[in-house]
C-alpha cells in the first residue's frame, strides 16, 4: 500500500513569488492535514480538509491556503513568498474524521530567497 | 509559555545504553500522547500512541504518561546505531473527529554510537 507522496520534494522561490505543493494521501484515506516545520518553531499545523472542505485551520496568514479534490488529493497554496516561509511542509492523512491515526509524507522542502 | 516543551538535545549515547525522552506540557486538555521518529529528510512515522496515564510498552520503547505532572516521557532499551533520528513528542485535545490536530515538541536529536 502506497504511502502518503508528495510533490515536489525540494524546490527553490524567490520571495514575492508564490508556491503550490501536492499531496496524495494513502488510497482510501479521505482526510489531508498540512503541517510546517521549522528549526525555530517545530511542527505547526496549518489545516485540514476532509470532503473537499477546510474542516479546521491553524494560525497563519491568510496567505497560506489550500484546497482538496474530489479524488482526496490536496494541494496547498503560498502566495507571497517570504524568507521566513522556508520550510518543510509536511502532508499527512487520516482514515476519516473518527481517525487518530495519522500518517505523514516526507514533506517538501521549501527555499525561499 | 509554549504547549509543549521538550529538550531539543543534542543526546548522544553509546549502542545498548537505556535513552530516555521527555515533554512537558502545560495545556490540561491535552489527553492523546504520541511519540513520533523522524529520521533525517524524512517524515515522522508513529511510534507511540497512549491515552491514559501510566506505561505503554511495545518491544524497546516504552511510553510513559503522568497527567498530573503534565509530564511524558519515552525510553529506549538497548538503544542501536539505527534508532539514531529525531524524536517528537505530539498530544491532542480529542481522539480523532472534526476538530482533530495535533500539538508537538520541537523535537529530541539522538544519535546512538557503535
Known amino acids: 500500500k502506497a504511502g502518503v507522496t508528495q510533490t515536489p520534494r525540494y524546490l527553490i522561490k524567490t520571495r514575492g513569488q508564490q508556491v503550490t505543493l501536492s499531496c496524495s494521501p494513502i488510497?482510501?484515506?479521505?482526510?489531508v492535514s498540512w503541517y510546517q516545520q521549522t528549526p525555530g518553531q517545530g511542527l505547526q499545523f496549518l489545516f485540514e480538509?476532509?470532503?473537499?472542505?477546510?474542516?479546521n485551520k491553524g494560525n497563519f496568514p491568510g496567505r497560506f491556503s489550500g484546497r482538496q479534490f474530489s479524488n482526496s488529493r490536496s494541494e496547498m497554496n503560498v502566495s507571497t513568498l517570504e524568507l521566513g516561509d522556508s520550510a518543510l511542509y509536511l502532508c499527512?492523512?487520516?482514515?476519516?474524521?473518527?481517525?487518530?491515526?495519522?500518517?505523514f509524507g516526507e514533506g517538501s522542502w521549501l527555499t525561499v530567497v | 509559555q509554549k504547549e509543549v516543551e521538550q529538550d531539543p538535545g543534542p543526546l548522544s549515547v553509546p549502542e545498548g545504553a537505556i535513552v530516555s525522552l521527555n515533554c512537558t506540557y502545560s495545556n490540561s486538555a491535552f489527553q492523546y500522547f504520541m511519540w513520533y521518529r523522524q529520521y533525517s529528510r524524512k517524515g515522522p512515522e508513529l511510534l507511540m500512541y497512549t491515552y491514559s496515564s501510566g506505561n505503554k510498552e511495545d518491544g524497546r520503547f516504552t511510553a510513559q504518561v503522568d497527567k498530573s505532572s503534565k509530564y511524558i516521557s519515552l525510553f529506549i532499551r538497548d538503544s542501536q546505531p539505527s534508532d539514531s533520528a529525531t524524536y517528537l513528542c505530539?498530544?491532542?485535545?480529542?481522539?480523532?473527529?472534526?476538530?482533530?490536530?495535533?500539538?508537538f515538541g520541537k523535537g529530541t536529536l539522538l544519535t546512538v554510537n557503535p
Open positions: 488510497s482510501g484515506h479521505r482526510s
Open positions: 480538509y476532509f470532503s473537499e472542505t477546510q474542516r
Open positions: 505530539a498530544m491532542s485535545e480529542n481522539s480523532g473527529g472534526s476538530n482533530y490536530k495535533l500539538t
Open positions: 499527512a492523512s487520516r482514515r476519516d474524521r473518527r481517525g487518530n491515526t495519522i500518517y
